[in-house]
């Protein structure tokens, strides 16, 4: 039962991360005024013809790159720290009055890192491969 559950959990995973892609997608062609909405919320990345990055008139632009995700990756770490900070106040708990507090949160603090992280980890991984899209500047 268990064997088969492991089976299935991994035939799961496998096939999610198959589905991430990590070829590259074609220019966005868009008018300057509308290049920070299609970059909106993610990392950006802009290169002068020198092959600097800094701030630049239009004409000078050779290419803008944007990340194709708005994540800012490390999920596995920001996983870390809030347990960290979970186990610590339960750990706390249990040597106090409020005792029954602690040995609620120390098994569910365990018990979310242990469901949440592979998913922090397909989040890392997916950020890693998304790649950079280029915006095209009309």
Excluded at 11 to 25: D, E, F, I, K, Q
Aim: contains cysteine; charged residues 20%.
């Amino acid at each position: 039962m268990a064997s088969k559950l492991v089976s299935r959990a991994v035939t799961v995973t496998v096939l999610m991360t198959a589905g991430l892609g990590t070829g590259r997608a074609e220019p966005v062609s868009v008018p300057w005024n509308k290049v920070c909405s299609v970059a909106g919320a993610r990392e950006l990345s802009i290169t002068t013809q020198n092959h600097e990055v800094v701030r630049i008139a239009r004409s000078a632009l050779a290419r803008i790159r944007v990340r194709r995700t708005s994540m800012k990756g490390h999920e596995l770490a920001a996983l870390g720290r809030g347990m960290d900070k979970g186990l610590r106040s339960g750990f706390g708990w249990l040597f106090s009055p409020a005792a029954a507090l602690g040995i609620v949160a120390v098994p569910s603090t365990l018990a979310w890192g242990a469901i949440a992280a592979p998913f922090c980890l397909m989040g890392d991984l997916y950020y890693k491969v998304s790649g950079t899209e280029e915006i095209k500047v009309l």
